[in-house]
């Protein structure tokens, strides 16, 4: 198996989630069910459109959520990544050094 | 339930909002959906975190595509709707109007009343004749505004019953009884409504291999006769049990669909898990293969199922862990599912017998 990582790629990876996260945020349709509920007085849907709302924005908050810890996850790994290869880095420079005196 | 004085305030309008809001939030969504799908798992990327990554990312990715289409589905019904809502409201307007000009005046419960002066006759066949006239204008009104209703309660019915099911969200409104189902059963009598429900359980026993039982409606409040409730602090919707085989409902609850449908939904699925353990202990089974197993249930539920009948707990003194117990907790999923998928059509076929 082998790895390779670019810090900047995975930081800007981590930033798309963040941004995705946050877009979704936004997207509960909760003013979509009360337009419904405003516009069917009387319906069985009207009654149902509080509840709807509430789980749709239970779960959209939810997703959001998902999708910001993912977004943490991928600029972990970068961070973990660049110091890994600072301490691989240090690693060859102490290796050249007993090797080459350099 | 939807009346005539509702559908004046109904408003096509609003369901254009709510469309343009599903429309805008569903772009939103899919831009976030491409987002995640192409910019969040860099190709400069390998190794094993890489794979680990890329599995996160499409069980997200899966989430938010079967929300898409939920939302996407439900936009649908809800343009589709819309003009049928905005022909209501003009036909609503439209009748409003001609009952003015003809001298009646139309209640908030739709009940058409004459309103007009009262009127001298030189002869009895005019008075005859104006009399039939102002009938038959009457129920012309009374026609369209059933129309009206009719159509109204379809709106309904095809909103609540195309309701996004809240797809990475288990708390959903669900076990909501269809706005045509429960405005026919108003209109019943308690007779059709007894045929209907008998036919109900026997259709449902039907798809579910349960074999000679009996459907009793009676009093299961006031079990002793005496006229007041036993337990006026718990409601008996039904039971069933499996000794006599007897399917119990409470006539108390016979005016409500969503009563009715639900108990007779889950009382016959109590039935049906006593018949899948039955076959689990049964000695000439022997392979645990051989077990029918009811819809949706795997032979751990049928093992749970064993344990828990063994160990019944009754909702007194101990309400939560009678409710939270393995076969409750199944049966009322199964109720639940069942009243949120009967339609119309299955109530037309139930009252046929």
Known sequence: MTYALNASDMARAAGAAGDASAEVRGA?????????????PGSTTADLSGDLSDAMTTGISGLSDDLASFGENLQRTADDGVAIDEASGGIFNLTRYILTGQ | M???????????????????????DLTTLERARDTLETETVPGSWDGLSKKAAEGRRDVLLSRMNAHLEEIT?????????????????????????????????????????????????????????????????????????????????????????GRPSCVFNADEPSGIV???????????????????????????????????????IEDLEDKDGDGDDDDPDTNSYGSWNNGDRVLRLDVNDLDDPSVVIDTIAHEMRHADQHQAVDDLNAPWFGQDEDIDLPPGATLDDVRDWDENFDDYIDSDPDFDAYWNQPVEVDARDFGGDYLDDYDVDDLDEHREG
């Open chain 1, 28 to 40: 509960d349709s909760a003013a979509a069910y009360s337009a419904l509920a405003a516009g069917l």
């Open chain 2, 73 to 161: 589905d439900f936009e649908r019904i809800v343009f589709a709707q819309q003009a049928v809502v905005a022909r209501i409201v003009e036909d609503v307007a439209a009748i409003d109007t001609t009952a003015a000009q003809q001298q009646f005046e139309v209640g908030s419960t739709g009940t058409v009343t004459d309103v007009a002066p009262s009127r001298e006759f030189t002869s009895i066949p005019a008075a005859e004749q104006y009399g039939e006239e102002r009938v038959r204008l009457r129920d012309a009104l009374v026609a369209r505004i059933e129309r009206a209703l009719d159509d109204a309660f379809a709106v309904d019915s095809a909103l609540v019953q």
């Open chain 2, 2 to 24: 939807i009346t005539y004085g509702d559908l004046r305030r109904w408003d096509a309008a609003q369901l254009a909002t709510a469309g343009d809001v599903f429309r805008a």
């Open chain 2, 178 to 216: 269809d706005p045509q189902v429960e405005r026919e059963w108003s209109q019943m009598s308690e007779a059709e409504r007894r045929a209907a429900a008998e036919a109900m359980a026997e259709d449902l026993a039907e798809q579910l291999g349960i074999e000679d039982f009996e459907v009793v």
